[in-house]
């Protein structure tokens, strides 16, 4: 089940919305992650960027077959070989991954009302203790140039309250400007 139609404009527009590179600064995403997955990779445009970063492999996931095609295309491109775009369904099938087994999760542009909790939940199954999650999505403003409706956006308080709801702790919230809010929160188990 998709998460909605994507609606996704042309590679080349939304590619201008996001300054990845900053973007990692702000979350947290650097050379210390082993394992990283992307939810709903698109074009990849955070997968690849992630992969030339991280130690270990970067699992994309997309339900769209175009989409895992052109990350593969990418990965191939940039002679990438940690990264594993996996065509799926993380809503009706989960990631496939293990219990406690990645390190830093991107929902980027990802989560919306409609059941969100589904991905949160998948996402703190898979985390090792004491590792990220990273949310990005849309300022809630109807004039951003791209977004969901706004009745399925969330307010990045409603992000943090449903991550906290999910068992997520200690959230940070940034912005993104012009059009995005970030938010890190921690699978902290209290085990160190
Ligand atoms: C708005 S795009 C965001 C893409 C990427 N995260 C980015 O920010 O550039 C959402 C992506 O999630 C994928 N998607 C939606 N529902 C999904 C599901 N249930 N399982 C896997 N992928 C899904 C879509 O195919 C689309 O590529």
């Known amino acids: 089940m998709k998460v909605r139609e994507s609606g996704m404009p042309q590679e080349k527009m939304w590619r201008k919305f996001f300054d990845v590179e900053?973007?990692?600064k702000v979350m947290g995403i650097d050379k210390k992650i082993e394992n990283l997955v992307d939810f709903g990779?698109?074009?990849?445009?955070?997968?690849?960027?992630?992969?030339?970063?991280v130690k270990g492999k970067v699992y994309a996931l997309d339900i769209e077959p175009k989409m895992i095609k052109e990350t593969q295309r990418k990965a191939r491109e940039h002679k990438?070989?940690?990264?594993?775009?996996?065509?799926?369904?993380?809503?009706?099938?989960g990631t496939g991954l293990e219990d406690e087994?990645?390190?830093?999760?991107?929902?980027?542009?990802?989560?919306?009302?409609?059941?969100?909790?589904k991905l949160l939940e998948e996402a703190y199954r898979i985390l090792k203790p004491e590792r990220r999650v990273g949310i990005i999505h849309w300022n809630y403003d109807p004039t951003t140039p791209?977004?969901?409706?706004?009745?399925?956006?969330?307010?990045?308080?409603?992000?943090?309250?449903?991550?906290?709801?999910s068992g997520f702790n200690h959230p940070m919230k940034y912005d993104l400007k012009p059009y995005h809010y970030g938010i890190v929160l921690t699978k902290d188990t209290g085990e160190k």
Request: charged fraction near 25%; hydrophobic fraction near 45%.
């Open 41 to 53: 990779c698109g074009y990849g445009i955070f997968t690849i960027p992630a992969a030339k970063i």
């Open 80 to 93: 990438l070989k940690n990264v594993k775009a996996i065509l799926r369904d993380f809503m009706s099938d």
């Open 22 to 24: 900053r973007i990692f």
């Open 146 to 165: 791209r977004g969901p409706p706004m009745e399925l956006r969330l307010k990045p308080e409603q992000s943090i309250e449903l991550a906290v709801n």
């Open 101 to 117: 087994s990645v390190d830093y999760v991107i929902l980027f542009n990802i989560l919306i009302k409609d059941r969100p909790n």
